[in-house]
């Protein structure tokens, strides 16, 4: 059973390009979140997705920023038109369906962005 | 106020020490409590679930004390392999959402 597949695990993007972060989850999760690392700093909540759904995006930037989680294929965070502040580190984690709250999250090995 | 905050770090501590994290949550409502721990340019991973009675694994010990919001992680007989940046992270009573703390590095020394 192999854990929270993510790729590219580096991306260098020019400042004004796309980024494409692709998550795939553990074999049975339905639930996908998305963080953000700035370097020295912890973790931000970005948003959570169900499948086919956002559940919360509240962490989200309002412009440039989008998620998806298609019914099939991986997760995907789309960043538009890059700027230097979103070299990061964008972690996603995993985890089943709701079991009533007591619910651990799995990571990937991240994506790390650099924005030149 | 923070979702979750947690100790300034970093620690500095000898082997074989005990040190103690702290952890407290603004949401009286969350149920589900974690402690994960990350080393450096790598993904969290889960070190412990905390339980209301209080839960050991080995070195270490987690607690819970809902009346207070406080979250503890007490690693006892430090070693060098412990130094890493211990995240405190409460599951949100709505929608599942993980919150995490900034982080406390653990810094073990010969």
């Known amino acids: 059973n192999a854990g929270v597949m993510q790729n590219p695990r580096h991306l260098v993007r020019r400042r004004g390009q796309e980024a494409r972060l692709r998550c795939s989850p553990m074999?049975?999760?339905?639930?996908v979140y998305w963080y953000r690392q700035l370097p020295e700093e912890g973790l931000k909540f970005m948003v959570y997705?169900?499948?086919?759904?956002?559940?919360?995006e509240s962490g989200m930037p309002k412009e440039r920023f989008s998620a998806e989680f298609p019914k099939e294929g991986p997760s995907i965070l789309r960043i538009q038109q890059v700027v230097r502040g979103d070299s990061a580190a964008y972690f996603c984690?995993?985890?089943?369906?709701?079991?009533?709250?007591?619910?651990?999250?799995?990571f990937g090995q991240g994506t790390r962005l650099t924005v030149v | 106020r923070k979702e979750v905050e947690q100790d300034p770090g970093p620690f500095n501590v000898p082997e074989g020490a005990t040190v103690a994290f702290n952890c407290t949550y603004s949401?009286?409502?969350?149920?589900?409590f974690f402690w994960y721990r990350q080393d450096c340019r790598k993904e969290p991973k889960l070190l412990m679930s905390?339980?209301?009675s209080g839960n050991e694994d080995g070195r270490f010990t987690a607690q819970l004390n809902r009346a207070s919001q406080y979250i503890s992680l007490l690693i006892r007989d430090s070693k060098l392999s412990d130094s890493a940046t211990y995240l405190c992270?409460?599951?949100?009573?709505?929608?599942?959402?993980?919150?995490f703390g900034a982080g406390t590095i653990l810094r073990v020394k010969s």
């Open positions: 905390v339980y209301s």
């Open positions: 074999k049975g999760h339905s639930h």
């Open positions: 997705l169900q499948k086919e759904n956002i559940i919360d």
């Open positions: 984690a995993s985890s089943p369906a709701d079991r009533g709250g007591d619910t651990e999250a799995f």
């Open positions: 992270v409460v599951n949100t009573p709505y929608g599942n959402k993980l919150v």
């Open positions: 949401n009286s409502a969350s149920q589900s």
